[in-house]
């Protein structure tokens, strides 16, 4: 905003690093689970099933709690005063 950025650029910048984050995170949890599943039906015999619908379903969970819990700090950078803002830097 000290060089002129509009407070809704400030909070589409803030969702979208929340979002990217929550999706890498998803896809972390998504390739962990996988390799779980894989080692659960090896080691122990069990069968498993990763369904393309379980992982869609995680996929959305992640974006719907990374916009959730980014869109407050989000709204609070936008509301901010740069001047107050950078003198706590």
């Keep these: 905003m000290a ?4 407070p809704n650029y400030v909070r589409l910048q803030f969702l979208t690093e929340s979002l990217v984050l929550s999706l890498i995170g998803g896809l972390i949890g998504v ?6 599943a894989a080692l659960v ?5 069990w069968p498993t099933l ?11 969970f992640a974006t719907v ?10 709204h609070k950078a936008a509301a901010l005063d740069p001047i ?5 830097e």
Aim: glycine residues 14%; positive net charge; charged residues 10%.
């Design 41 to 45: 039906s090896k080691i122990l015999g």
């Design 31 to 36: 390739l962990i689970g996988g390799v779980i």
């Design 3 to 6: 060089v002129g950025a509009r």
């Design 65 to 74: 709690i990374g916009i959730f819990f980014g869109y407050y700090p989000a």
């Design 84 to 88: 107050e803002a950078l003198r706590y």
């Design 50 to 60: 990763v369904s393309a619908l379980s992982v869609l379903i995680s996929f959305a």
